[in-house]
C-alpha cells in the first residue's frame, strides 16, 4: 500500500478529479471514493486531506459549504470552481507527462 | 483570504476552531456509519490536535492565535513556579533598572542636544597647554577683552557668545533680611537670538543690552525659576531685585525648556555679560566661549584665526609679566586653542563625571548579563525538567518552531515583567544618583526627561534580554528527540556544557565587577583618609557677605561677640575656608631674586586660625591682631623646605610679585604644618598665611568667613543660632551660607563615593546573582545525577567523593571564570586608572579579593546541593526508578 506521504504530489489531481465527477462531497468521501477507486490501493490520510481541502479552498480551486442532513448533523460540502477546472486540466496532463517520463525509465533503463 | 480577514480571523478563533472539529467530528461519524469501528476510526484520524493546527494554519494568522496561547501557557509556567520566576524577575528588574537608569543620566548629561537651534554647530573655545606642574592642561576660561577681539576676527564666519561659568548669587526681592539664593549666568546679549530662544513672556536680551559696562541691569528669567519661584506669575515682568549693589530689572522670561548651556546647572537668572565685574578685565578669565558656526564655514583656518587673534592679545599683556621668567611666559603662550562641539552643551559637572558615568555603565551592563546568563540557565533547567512536556508536544505534532515560540514567550513575560519594575526602579534611582553627584549646599540640578529616548532604550533592552537568555533555552527545547525524551536517557551532558560554559561567563564577568569595584572601594579609602593636616571636627563655617567693605575691626568684632554664644569654642576669620575650591595664589621671590616659577598658595586669617583648625605651629608664633597685610606671613612647612632648605624661615623675609612688577614685602613670624590647600589627590602645596587686616589705607573685606569650632558633637545644631548673631553683631553682615568642613572636606571625594557606593552595590549584587546560578547549576546537575549518584553510594562511595562529583566540574569552570575575569580585569583596568589614587591593579590584596569573594560565594553556593546530594537514599531512589 502507498504511504500518505508518496501521495503528496498527487492529492490535489485526486481530490479535484474526484470533486469533478461527483460534486458535493464531504471529505470523508472523497477520500472513501479515492480508496473505493483505486481498488484499496490508494489510501488519503486524514491529516493530510483536510489541510490540503482547506488549502485548495483557499486558492479557491473549490468552494466549500455547510449542510445539514436528515441526521441532524451538519456537514460540509465541497464542489469544483470554475478556477478548479482549469487547474484540473494542469494537473492531469501534468501527471500524464510525469508517468510517460516514468514508464519510459522503467522500459528503457 | 486577505490579510485582513486572517487577522479578523484570529479573533474568530473559537468560531473557526468550532467549525474543524464540527468538520472532523462529522467526518469520524461517516466512518463510523460506514461500518468502521469507531476506536479505530478516531485513532485513523491520528492526532486531533496536529490537525487542527494544520488546517487553521491556513486560514489564519496562526501565529497571532498561537502566540496568545503562548503567553496564557508562558504566565502559567511562571506562577507555577513562583520562586523562580520571582528570583528571575527580581534580578532582572534590578539589572534592567540599573542599566535604564544608568542610561539616562548618560543621555541627561552627556547625549543630549541643548534645546537650541542648529546645536550641531555649536563648538566650545577652550585652551591646552602646559600647566604650571609641568602637564598638559585644559582651560576655557576668557578674558572679555580677548573674547572681543576674537568675536571680530570671525565676524561672518562664526557668531561669538560669552557664557559665564553658572554660579550661585544671593539676591533680594525686598528687604535685605530676605536674602535668597539662585544660579546666575552672564550671557552676551545676543545669545537668545543665536541659539534660537524666544520668549515666553517680556522679551529676550539683546545685543543692545550688552554694549557698555555697567550699564543694563536687565534680567531675563529660566521658564524654570518662573514656574517655581513665581507660579508663572505674568506680574513678574518689571519685578526688580537687588544683587551685588545692582538694582537689576527683570524684561522677560526665555521659553522652555532652555536652561543655560551648562548639563547639570539649571540657571534662574540671565544677566548681560556686561554688568560682570570682570567686563574690563584682561588678566580675569570667568566666562566660557561658545562658537555658533556658520554652515559653509572652515573650521581650520577659523581656529588658526582665532589662536593668532588670542596669541596677540596675550603677547600684548605679557609684556606686563614683569617677575617671571622669559621661559614661563613662552610657556604661557603657547597654547593651542581647540574648537570643540558643544551641541550637548559644556559643564564641569559632564567633564568630571563623564568618565564615571561610562564605566558604572559598564559595570551596569555587566550585572544584566549575569542576570541573563543566570535566567538562561534556570530556564535550561526548568526545560530539562520538562524535557517530557517537550517530547510529548514534538510528538503528538507540535511544530518545534512553536516550541521555541513557547520558550520565547516565556522569556518574554520575564523580561517585560522585569523590566516594568526596572522602569519604577530606574525612575527612583535616577534622581538619587544625581543627588548623590554633587554635595548637599549646591545640589545639581539635571532635567532628567523620561521621554520616547528612554522609553526606546527600554524597549529595546528587554527585547535584547529576551532573546540573549531565552534562545539558547528555546532551540535546546525543540531540538528535544522524542523518542530518547520520552524513554529518559536524553543526553544529560549536553544541558549541562551550555550550563557550565554560562557560568564560567559569570563568574568572569563577576570577577571584573569585585575587582574594578574594590579598586574603586580602595581609591575612596585611601582619599577619604588622606591627612589634611587640620581637623574638620565640630567646625562650622559661615560664609559671610557684607554690601560694601568694612573695616577689620567690625569682622573682629563679630568674632568676638560668636565666642559668647553658648556652645561655642572658638572663632576665626578667613577669606575661604581650606579645600572649598577658591584658589589665590602668587609668585615669591627671596631676596629680590627672579620668582622660580612655583606658585605659592595663600589664604589670610586672623590670629587663632591655627588654632581653631588645629594646624600645629612649629615655630615662631601666630598673628596678632596688629599684624597686617601685607606685612607679616607664616609659612607652611612645604613653603619653607622649597625657599629654605634646611634653613629656619622664621625672621626671613620675602616678597610676593604681582602683576605689572609690584613688590608686597613680608616678614614670616611663624611656620605651620602642612595642610591640604585645594584637593587632597595633589601633592601639597607650599602655603603662606597672610593677616586678613588689611594695611592702612588698604579697601576692608566684603567677604569673609567665620570658622567656627562647637563643643558640641553636632555643629549644625547651632547653625540657626549663629545665622541670626552675625548681623546681631554687626548689621552691615549676613550669613549667605552655612557648611560643616566636614561637608566641604566631602565634596572633595564626591565622584570616589559615587564610583564606590555604586560600584560596591553592583558587586554584591552581581555575587548574589552569579552565587544563585552556580547554585542552581549544582542543585540541576544533582537532580540530573541522582540515579548515578545512588548506584555509587550503595556500591560504596563516600560523602567525599560524592561531593568532589557533583562540585568539581562547577569548580572547574568557577577557575576558568575566575582566570578570564582577571584577563579581562587587567586589560580593561588601564581605561579607568586615571580614577584611581594610590591603588594599583597589580596589588595582591586587589586580586584576592574577588577571587576570595567568588570562592567563599561558590562554596555558599554548593553547601546545599552536596548535603542533597549525599543524603540520597540509594534504596528509596533506585526503587523509584
Same mark, same amino acid.
Given at each position: 500500500?502507498?504511504? =500518505?506521504?508518496?501521495?503528496?504530489?498527487?492529492?490535489?489531481?485526486?481530490?479535484?478529479?474526484?470533486?469533478?465527477?461527483?460534486?458535493?462531497?464531504?471529505?470523508?468521501?472523497?477520500? %472513501? =471514493?479515492?480508496?473505493?477507486?483505486?481498488?484499496?490501493?490508494?489510501?488519503?490520510?486524514?491529516?493530510?486531506?483536510?489541510?490540503?481541502?482547506?488549502?485548495?479552498?483557499?486558492?479557491?480551486?473549490?468552494?466549500?459549504?455547510?449542510?445539514?442532513?436528515?441526521?441532524?448533523?451538519?456537514?460540509?460540502?465541497?464542489?469544483?470552481?470554475?478556477?478548479?477546472?482549469?487547474?484540473?486540466?494542469?494537473?492531469? %496532463?501534468?501527471?500524464?507527462?510525469?508517468?510517460?517520463?516514468?514508464?519510459?525509465?522503467?522500459?528503457?533503463? | 483570504?486577505?490579510?485582513?480577514?486572517?487577522?479578523?480571523?484570529?479573533?474568530?478563533?473559537?468560531? &473557526?476552531?468550532?467549525?474543524?472539529?464540527?468538520?472532523?467530528?462529522?467526518?469520524?461519524?461517516?466512518?463510523?456509519?460506514?461500518?468502521?469501528?469507531?476506536?479505530?476510526?478516531?485513532?485513523?484520524?491520528?492526532?486531533?490536535?496536529?490537525?487542527?493546527?494544520?488546517?487553521?494554519?491556513?486560514?489564519?494568522?496562526?501565529?497571532?492565535?498561537?502566540?496568545?496561547?503562548?503567553?496564557?501557557?508562558?504566565?502559567?509556567?511562571?506562577?507555577?513556579?513562583?520562586?523562580?520566576?520571582?528570583?528571575?524577575?527580581?534580578?532582572?528588574? &534590578?539589572?534592567?533598572?540599573?542599566?535604564?537608569?544608568?542610561?539616562?543620566?548618560?543621555?541627561?548629561?552627556?547625549?543630549?542636544?541643548?534645546?537650541?537651534?542648529?546645536?550641531?554647530?555649536?563648538?566650545?573655545?577652550?585652551?591646552?597647554?602646559?600647566?604650571?606642574? !609641568?602637564?598638559?592642561?585644559?582651560?576655557?576660561?576668557?578674558?572679555?577683552? @580677548?573674547?572681543?577681539?576674537?568675536?571680530?576676527?570671525?565676524?561672518?564666519?562664526?557668531?561669538?557668545?560669552?557664557?559665564?561659568?553658572?554660579?550661585?548669587?544671593?539676591?533680594?526681592?525686598?528687604?535685605?533680611?530676605?536674602?535668597?539664593?539662585?544660579?546666575?549666568?552672564?550671557?552676551?546679549?545676543?545669545?537668545?537670538?543665536?541659539?534660537?530662544?524666544?520668549?515666553?513672556?517680556?522679551?529676550?536680551?539683546?545685543?543692545?543690552?550688552?554694549?557698555?559696562?555697567?550699564?543694563?541691569?536687565?534680567?531675563?528669567?529660566?521658564?524654570?525659576?518662573?514656574?517655581?519661584?513665581?507660579?508663572? @506669575?505674568?506680574?513678574?515682568?518689571?519685578?526688580?531685585?537687588?544683587?551685588?549693589?545692582?538694582?537689576?530689572?527683570?524684561?522677560?522670561?526665555?521659553?522652555?525648556?532652555?536652561?543655560?548651556?551648562?548639563?547639570?546647572?539649571?540657571?534662574?537668572?540671565?544677566?548681560?555679560?556686561?554688568?560682570?565685574?570682570?567686563?574690563?578685565?584682561?588678566?580675569?578669565?570667568?566666562?566660557?566661549?561658545?562658537?555658533?558656526?556658520?554652515?559653509?564655514?572652515?573650521?581650520?583656518?577659523?581656529?588658526?584665526?582665532?589662536?593668532?587673534?588670542?596669541?596677540?592679545?596675550?603677547?600684548?599683556?605679557?609684556?606686563?609679566?614683569?617677575?617671571?621668567?622669559?621661559?614661563?611666559?613662552?610657556?604661557?603662550?603657547?597654547?593651542?586653542?581647540?574648537?570643540?562641539?558643544?551641541?550637548?552643551?559644556?559643564?564641569?559637572?559632564?567633564?568630571?563625571?563623564?568618565?564615571?558615568?561610562?564605566?558604572?555603565?559598564?559595570?551596569?551592563?555587566?550585572?544584566?548579563?549575569?542576570?541573563?546568563?543566570?535566567?538562561?540557565?534556570?530556564?535550561?533547567?526548568?526545560?530539562?525538567?520538562?524535557?517530557?512536556? +517537550?517530547?510529548?508536544?514534538?510528538?503528538?505534532?507540535?511544530?518545534?518552531?512553536?516550541?521555541?515560540?513557547?520558550?520565547?514567550?516565556?522569556?518574554?513575560?520575564?523580561?517585560?515583567?522585569?523590566?516594568?519594575?526596572?522602569?519604577?526602579?530606574?525612575?527612583?534611582?535616577?534622581?538619587?544618583?544625581?543627588?548623590?553627584?554633587?554635595?548637599?549646599?549646591?545640589?545639581?540640578?539635571?532635567?532628567?526627561?523620561?521621554?520616547?529616548?528612554?522609553?526606546?532604550?527600554?524597549?529595546?533592552?528587554?527585547?535584547?534580554?529576551?532573546?540573549?537568555?531565552?534562545?539558547?533555552?528555546?532551540?535546546?527545547?525543540?531540538?528535544?528527540?522524542?523518542?530518547?525524551?520520552?524513554?529518559?536517557?536524553?543526553?544529560?551532558?549536553?544541558?549541562?556544557?551550555? +550550563?557550565?560554559?554560562?557560568?564560567?561567563?559569570?563568574?568572569?564577568?563577576?570577577?571584573?565587577?569585585?575587582?574594578?569595584?574594590?579598586?574603586?572601594?580602595?581609591?575612596?579609602?585611601?582619599?577619604?583618609?588622606?591627612?589634611?593636616?587640620?581637623?574638620?571636627?565640630?567646625?562650622?563655617?559661615?560664609?559671610?557677605?557684607?554690601?560694601?567693605?568694612?573695616? /577689620?575691626?567690625?569682622?573682629?568684632?563679630?568674632?568676638?561677640?560668636?565666642?559668647?554664644?553658648?556652645?561655642?569654642?572658638?572663632?576665626?576669620?578667613? @577669606?575661604?575656608?581650606?579645600?572649598? !575650591?577658591?584658589?589665590?595664589?602668587?609668585?615669591?621671590?627671596?631676596?629680590?631674586?627672579?620668582?622660580?616659577?612655583?606658585?605659592?598658595?595663600?589664604?589670610?586669617?586672623?590670629?587663632?586660625?591655627?588654632?581653631?583648625?588645629?594646624?600645629?605651629?612649629? @615655630?615662631?608664633?601666630?598673628?596678632?591682631?596688629?599684624?597686617?597685610?601685607?606685612?607679616?606671613?607664616?609659612?607652611?612647612?612645604?613653603?619653607?623646605?622649597?625657599?629654605?632648605?634646611? !634653613?629656619?624661615?622664621?625672621?626671613?623675609?620675602?616678597?610676593?610679585?604681582?602683576?605689572?612688577?609690584?613688590?608686597?614685602?613680608?616678614?614670616?613670624?611663624?611656620?605651620?604644618?602642612?595642610?591640604?590647600?585645594?584637593?587632597?589627590?595633589?601633592?601639597?602645596?607650599?602655603?603662606?598665611?597672610?593677616?586678613?587686616?588689611?594695611?592702612?589705607?588698604?579697601?576692608?573685606?566684603?567677604?569673609?568667613?567665620? &570658622?567656627?569650632?562647637?563643643?558640641?558633637?553636632?555643629?549644625?545644631?547651632?547653625?540657626?543660632?549663629?545665622?541670626?548673631?552675625? /548681623?546681631?553683631?554687626?548689621?552691615?553682615?549676613?550669613?549667605?551660607?552655612?557648611?560643616?568642613?566636614?561637608?566641604?572636606?566631602?565634596?572633595?571625594?564626591?565622584?570616589?563615593? &559615587?564610583?564606590?557606593?555604586?560600584?560596591?552595590?553592583?558587586?554584591?549584587?552581581?555575587?548574589?546573582?552569579?552565587?544563585?546560578?552556580?547554585?542552581?547549576?549544582?542543585?540541576?546537575?544533582?537532580?540530573?545525577?541522582?540515579?548515578?549518584?545512588?548506584?555509587?553510594?550503595?556500591?560504596?562511595?563516600?560523602?567525599?567523593?560524592?561531593?568532589?562529583?557533583?562540585?568539581?566540574?562547577?569548580?572547574?569552570?568557577?577557575?576558568?571564570?575566575?582566570?578570564?575575569?582577571?584577563?579581562? !580585569? +587587567?586589560?580593561?583596568?588601564?581605561?579607568?586608572?586615571?580614577?584611581?589614587?594610590?591603588?594599583?591593579?597589580?596589588?595582591?590584596?586587589?586580586?584576592?579579593?574577588?577571587?576570595?569573594?567568588?570562592?567563599?560565594?561558590?562554596?555558599?553556593?554548593?553547601?546545599?546541593?552536596?548535603?542533597?546530594?549525599?543524603?540520597?537514599?540509594?534504596?528509596?531512589?533506585?526503587?523509584?526508578?
Amino acid at each position: 500500500m502507498a504511504k =500518505a506521504d508518496s501521495l503528496q504530489g498527487s492529492m490535489d489531481l485526486l481530490v479535484l478529479k474526484i470533486l469533478s465527477r461527483r460534486p458535493r462531497l464531504h471529505g470523508y468521501a472523497i477520500m %472513501s =471514493a479515492i480508496q473505493d477507486i483505486s481498488g484499496e490501493v490508494l489510501r488519503v490520510e486524514e491529516g493530510s486531506l483536510y489541510p490540503a481541502l482547506h488549502r485548495m479552498e483557499e486558492a479557491k480551486w473549490i468552494r466549500a459549504e455547510w449542510i445539514t442532513k436528515e441526521t441532524g448533523r451538519r456537514a460540509r460540502l465541497y464542489e469544483l470552481t470554475a478556477l478548479g477546472k482549469k487547474q484540473l486540466g494542469t494537473e492531469e %496532463s501534468r501527471w500524464h507527462a510525469v508517468s510517460l517520463a516514468v514508464n519510459r525509465v522503467l522500459r528503457e533503463a | 483570504m486577505s490579510v485582513w480577514s486572517r487577522i479578523v480571523n484570529v479573533f474568530r478563533v473559537e468560531r &473557526l476552531n468550532r467549525e474543524i472539529d464540527e468538520e472532523m467530528q462529522s467526518h469520524v461519524e461517516e466512518a463510523i456509519a460506514e461500518g468502521r469501528d469507531p476506536v479505530e476510526a478516531r485513532r485513523a484520524f491520528g492526532s486531533a490536535m496536529r490537525h487542527r493546527e494544520n488546517s487553521r494554519d491556513v486560514r489564519l494568522f496562526a501565529w497571532l492565535e498561537s502566540l496568545r496561547a503562548d503567553a496564557v501557557f508562558g504566565w502559567r509556567q511562571l506562577v507555577k513556579a513562583k520562586v523562580t520566576s520571582a528570583a528571575a524577575i527580581l534580578s532582572l528588574a &534590578l539589572a534592567i533598572g540599573a542599566c535604564t537608569s544608568a542610561f539616562r543620566l548618560i543621555d541627561a548629561l552627556l547625549l543630549r542636544s541643548l534645546p537650541v537651534a542648529n546645536p550641531e554647530r555649536l563648538y566650545d573655545l577652550s585652551r591646552q597647554g602646559i600647566g604650571p606642574d !609641568g602637564k598638559p592642561q585644559d582651560f576655557d576660561g576668557w578674558a572679555y577683552p @580677548d573674547f572681543q577681539l576674537m568675536r571680530a576676527t570671525v565676524k561672518g564666519q562664526a557668531e561669538l557668545i560669552a557664557v559665564s561659568y553658572a554660579e550661585p548669587g544671593d539676591l533680594t526681592y525686598k528687604s535685605d533680611a530676605e536674602i535668597e539664593k539662585a544660579s546666575m549666568q552672564y550671557v552676551s546679549g545676543w545669545m537668545f537670538s543665536s541659539l534660537g530662544i524666544r520668549p515666553a513672556l517680556g522679551r529676550v536680551l539683546t545685543e543692545n543690552d550688552d554694549l557698555k559696562p555697567a550699564a543694563h541691569p536687565y534680567a531675563v528669567i529660566s521658564h524654570d525659576y518662573w514656574l517655581h519661584r513665581f507660579g508663572q @506669575d505674568p506680574a513678574v515682568i518689571g519685578r526688580t531685585f537687588h544683587m551685588d549693589n545692582d538694582l537689576y530689572e527683570i524684561v522677560g522670561v526665555a521659553e522652555a525648556p532652555f536652561s543655560g548651556t551648562e548639563p547639570g546647572t539649571i540657571v534662574d537668572i540671565f544677566l548681560p555679560t556686561m554688568m560682570h565685574p570682570g567686563v574690563t578685565h584682561k588678566d580675569w578669565t570667568w566666562h566660557r566661549t561658545l562658537a555658533q558656526v556658520k554652515p559653509d564655514a572652515a573650521m581650520e583656518p577659523m581656529r588658526q584665526k582665532l589662536e593668532a587673534t588670542s596669541r596677540a592679545f596675550e603677547e600684548e599683556r605679557a609684556k606686563g609679566f614683569l617677575g617671571m621668567t622669559q621661559e614661563t611666559i613662552d610657556t604661557y603662550l603657547n597654547q593651542k586653542l581647540l574648537l570643540e562641539h558643544a551641541g550637548t552643551g559644556v559643564s564641569d559637572l559632564q567633564s568630571g563625571t563623564r568618565q564615571p558615568l561610562m564605566v558604572l555603565g559598564v559595570l551596569v551592563g555587566l550585572v544584566l548579563l549575569i542576570a541573563c546568563a543566570n535566567v538562561a540557565n534556570l530556564m535550561t533547567a526548568q526545560a530539562a525538567a520538562r524535557t517530557r512536556e +517537550m517530547a510529548v508536544r514534538v510528538s503528538i505534532g507540535g511544530g518545534r518552531w512553536r516550541l521555541v515560540q513557547l520558550v520565547l514567550v516565556q522569556s518574554a513575560w520575564l523580561a517585560v515583567l522585569a523590566a516594568a519594575i526596572g522602569a519604577v526602579f530606574a525612575w527612583w534611582s535616577g534622581p538619587f544618583v544625581v543627588s548623590m553627584i554633587n554635595p548637599p549646599d549646591n545640589p545639581a540640578r539635571l532635567l532628567l526627561p523620561a521621554d520616547w529616548r528612554v522609553l526606546g532604550f527600554g524597549v529595546a533592552l528587554a527585547l535584547a534580554v529576551t532573546l540573549l537568555f531565552g534562545l539558547a533555552p528555546a532551540l535546546r527545547a525543540s531540538a528535544v528527540n522524542p523518542v530518547s525524551a520520552l524513554k529518559g536517557g536524553e543526553d544529560p551532558h549536553s544541558r549541562r556544557r551550555l +550550563m557550565h560554559a554560562l557560568i564560567a561567563v559569570q563568574v568572569a564577568f563577576c570577577f571584573l565587577v569585585l575587582f574594578v569595584a574594590g579598586l574603586f572601594v580602595a581609591t575612596f579609602q585611601r582619599l577619604s583618609h588622606q591627612p589634611t593636616g587640620f581637623s574638620a571636627d565640630r567646625l562650622l563655617v559661615l560664609d559671610t557677605v557684607a554690601k560694601l567693605p568694612q573695616p /577689620p575691626e567690625f569682622w573682629e568684632q563679630t568674632a568676638e561677640h560668636l565666642r559668647a554664644v553658648p556652645g561655642v569654642e572658638m572663632v576665626a576669620v578667613a @577669606d575661604q575656608p581650606l579645600l572649598g !575650591g577658591f584658589s589665590w595664589n602668587n609668585s615669591v621671590s627671596i631676596h629680590g631674586e627672579v620668582p622660580n616659577g612655583v606658585l605659592s598658595y595663600m589664604r589670610a586669617a586672623s590670629p587663632g586660625w591655627l588654632e581653631t583648625m588645629k594646624i600645629p605651629l612649629l @615655630d615662631g608664633r601666630d598673628f596678632r591682631l596688629n599684624d597686617v597685610h601685607p606685612g607679616s606671613a607664616i609659612v607652611n612647612q612645604t613653603f619653607a623646605n622649597i625657599y629654605f632648605a634646611g !634653613g629656619r624661615p622664621v625672621g626671613q623675609s620675602f616678597e610676593l610679585v604681582m602683576d605689572e612688577g609690584v613688590r608686597l614685602k613680608y616678614q614670616i613670624v611663624g611656620l605651620a604644618g602642612d595642610v591640604r590647600y585645594k584637593n587632597v589627590r595633589e601633592p601639597i602645596l607650599p602655603q603662606l598665611y597672610v593677616p586678613f587686616r588689611a594695611a592702612e589705607g588698604m579697601k576692608g573685606k566684603s567677604q569673609g568667613a567665620f &570658622l567656627v569650632r562647637t563643643s558640641i558633637a553636632n555643629p549644625r545644631a547651632l547653625a540657626a543660632v549663629l545665622r541670626e548673631e552675625v /548681623p546681631r553683631a554687626r548689621p552691615e553682615f549676613r550669613v549667605s551660607r552655612i557648611r560643616t568642613q566636614m561637608e566641604i572636606n566631602q565634596s572633595q571625594t564626591v565622584r570616589e563615593r &559615587l564610583l564606590a557606593t555604586l560600584a560596591l552595590f553592583f558587586a554584591v549584587v552581581a555575587l548574589i546573582l552569579a552565587g544563585i546560578g552556580l547554585y542552581g547549576v549544582m542543585h540541576y546537575s544533582v537532580v540530573q545525577r541522582r540515579r548515578e549518584i545512588g548506584i555509587r553510594i550503595a556500591v560504596g562511595a563516600r560523602a567525599g567523593g560524592i561531593a568532589r562529583l557533583v562540585t568539581t566540574d562547577v569548580f572547574a569552570m568557577v577557575l576558568v571564570g575566575a582566570a578570564a575575569g582577571l584577563g579581562l !580585569g +587587567m586589560a580593561s583596568v588601564k581605561y579607568v586608572e586615571t580614577l584611581f589614587y594610590q591603588v594599583r591593579a597589580t596589588d595582591l590584596q586587589m586580586l584576592a579579593l574577588p577571587a576570595v569573594a567568588i570562592l567563599a560565594g561558590a562554596l555558599l553556593a554548593a553547601l546545599r546541593p552536596v548535603i542533597q546530594a549525599v543524603r540520597i537514599d540509594p534504596a528509596s531512589m533506585l526503587r523509584v526508578e
